[in-house]
């Protein structure tokens, strides 16, 4: 999409779309004027964690991610990004609520 704008783009990316921001723009250098990463996700810190499984599912959903946008299949991409981001909005409340009673 940066190549069909022509001139330089400001990109912005919040949370795992801070990852993939941040990927476009290494791979799009000079076609970029700024790029601002809000609160992106930092899942390689779990990689040194005693419980490897959150690292492992984050990773092969960014896997299948990667995979669905070089295919060019943009609508599952997002649908399934979408959907894993907000089961995890969901747990996330659910304990928050739990640990507070």
Not at 38 to 55: H, N, S
Not at 80 to 100: D, H, M, Q, Y
């Amino acid at each position: 999409m940066i190549d069909q704008i022509g001139d330089p783009v400001h990109l912005v990316g919040h949370s795992f779309g801070g990852v993939v921001s941040l990927r476009t723009a290494m791979d799009n250098q000079s076609q970029l004027r700024s790029l601002m990463l809000i609160e992106p996700v930092a899942a390689w810190l779990m990689e040194g964690d005693d419980d490897l499984a959150p690292y492992i599912e984050f990773r092969d959903r960014r896997d299948e991610f990667h995979k669905w946008v070089e295919q060019g299949d943009i609508d599952a991409a997002v649908k399934e990004s979408t959907r894993f981001i907000t089961i995890g909005i969901i747990l996330s409340g659910l304990l928050n609520i739990a640990l507070k009673n």
